[in-house]
């Protein structure tokens, strides 16, 4: 008897480590793909700017911390509240944010917001974990802030971001057509619940800074919007917009809205970008 539940447990010790090494496998080969995924983004974003981008892009994986920002808006319009910066960076230390939040929530509207996208264009957990069409918009994005730095670009940081999301709702799509390696039902569905946010973040700003005194209502209007929407939202999109709305909010993510459909009018032809992305530069 004891040698049979002696027999059993060696069975299940060997059953268990050998799904132990089956997940780790399967993990590391999914992982490998999706690495492999990147730098296929990569190399087609350079075929098509025309020139190879510098710094080893999206190759070596980061640190998974969290980068921290601290936004404050003005109490009566959606606007900056710093003297001087967009937003307070508080790198990885989200007890320094909330202090310096306590320092300004009294005058002021305030949004802490933190996520593991790298600034530095590295592989993270959190870019591997989303869809494939959400990796392409999200490192055509930031592959954009590199070439627009490499271009030596003029333009400010709040145009900055809403070019780069720009390129990256339309060169997913561009990638989708030409690779056939992303659903292209799936891409246009993301850019067009993209494109309906940055309309209700345009219009929620307008209110108010036409009525002030119905703010709190407007930003309980927004809401609702919001969770109307929610269930079509992808992973970047709940992580960017999933939260309670305050001027804050409205303000961190004007930086995508304010200034994408003038750019969209200008630089956009039968929803592509243009031949010569050098012209992205200009706005």
Known sequence: MKNTFRLKKI????SFSGLLLFLSVAVKSQTDSNTLFVSELVHFY????????????????????????LYISKKEHVENGLQSGYFISCKNDLKKAKRQDSLYR?????????????????????????????????V?????????????????FTVGESLCDLVGNY???????????????????????????YTLMNST???????????????SICEK????????????????????VNNAYLYRNSFYSENYFD?????LENRQLPKDLRKIAKG
């Open 225 to 244: 919007e919001l969770k109307r929407h929610l269930p079509k939202m992808d992973g970047l999109q709940k992580k960017r917009y999933n939260h309670p």
């Open 46 to 69: 350079e075929q098509r700017c025309g020139q190879q981008l510098q710094g080893g892009l999206f190759t070596q994986f980061a640190t998974d911390t969290p980068y921290v920002n």
């Open 263 to 267: 750019l969209k009018t200008r630089l």
């Open 171 to 197: 060169m997913t799509r561009e990638f989708a057509v030409a690779t056939k390696k992303l659903n292209l039902k799936t891409t246009d569905a993301q850019i067009l619940l993209n494109e309906q946010l």
């Open 205 to 219: 700003i307008v209110k108010i800074d036409n009525d002030p005194k119905q703010k709190l209502n407007i930003h």
């Open 11 to 14: 069975n299940w010790v060997t």
């Open 106 to 138: 009294d005058k002021f509207e305030t949004f802490i917001y933190w996520s593991q996208a790298n600034v530095n264009t590295k592989l993270t957990s959190e870019l591997l974990s989303y869809r494939r069409e959400t990796q392409a918009f999200i």
């Open 140 to 156: 055509f994005h930031e592959l954009t802030h590199v070439f627009l730095s490499q271009l030596q670009s003029k333009l400010t």
